[in-house]
């Protein structure tokens, strides 16, 4: 069932973006070559704790273990922070964090360069963010969750990349997790009804190479299945009297 949101929820979720976002920001500040993702999840966990009542959303979700998921090269989403693994110069990173704040929960997620990287995956990063900035750029009051798709599959596939299927973006608010299923392909004028008062998380994941997946023996991380660059951005969104409104930017 889609929920809506007062403008008193969507305040108090804009707050928890707020934290969010300056949380991406801390940790793309420690993101450098020799720095382990286990060091990315105490930055980032003890900045959302400084924030009082605020929580990250993923530490516990499903026995999820930590509080980001960094996500690294080929892996899509949901990679274990880890003291083990170690960032190297050219490597792209996914971070993806959520604050629980007050009963709701705001999600974003960036991917970040380690040093230099390849002209390829560069553009892989400025075709993600783009896709991105499509698909926000479709939601507003009477429009179709198939739109947001649409507009995310069309960017990607013009610049020769691939679209995940198997995983989607997805409404959010009390719960992490809510209705509609967010896809990041589709065709217009399809799917659930976008209303004002809905909140959703709108998160392109795009490959070099095939859009087919596989999950690693932690049953968490998520990679490409034959092995190419995987980059991943994320806001929450909310439709407001006013329009969108960015919850996490």
């Known amino acids: 069932m889609i929920t809506l949101k007062s403008p008193r929820e969507i305040e108090i979720m804009a707050r928890a973006g707020h934290i969010v976002a300056r949380t991406l920001a801390t940790v793309a ?111 507003k009051a009477g429009g179709h969750v198939g739109d947001i798709g649409y507009a995310v599959q069309t960017v990607a596939e013009a610049a020769g990349f691939g679209v995940v299927r198997e995983l989607v973006g997805h409404g959010i608010g009390t719960e992490f997790h809510e209705e509609p299923q967010v896809l990041n392909h589709g065709r217009p004028n399809r799917g659930p009804l976008l209303r004002e008062g809905m909140t959703i998380a709108i998160e392109p994941m795009i490959t070099l190479g095939s859009y087919v997946t596989k999950t690693l023996a932690d049953k968490w991380t998520v990679v490409t299945s034959d092995g190419s660059l995987s980059a991943h951005f994320e806001h929450t969104v909310a439709i407001t009297p006013n329009g969108i409104r960015v919850l996490t930017a």
Do not use: M, W
Request: charged share 25%; hydrophobic share 40%.
């Open 29 to 139: 500040e420690h993101v450098r070559p020799g720095v382990s993702t286990g060091e990315l999840d105490d930055v980032a966990e003890a900045f959302i704790l400084s924030h009082p009542g605020a929580k990250p959303s993923f530490k516990g979700l499903y026995g999820f273990p930590k509080t980001l998921c960094t996500s690294i090269n080929e892996e899509i989403v949901h990679g274990i922070p880890s003291r083990k693994r170690v960032l190297r110069e050219g490597n792209i990173v996914s971070v993806d964090v959520g604050v629980f704040l007050e009963g709701l929960h705001a999600d974003s997620a960036t991917t970040i360069p380690v040093g230099e990287i390849s002209p390829e995956a560069r553009r892989l990063l400025d075709v993600t963010q783009k896709c991105l900035v499509a698909g926000i750029s479709q939601v």
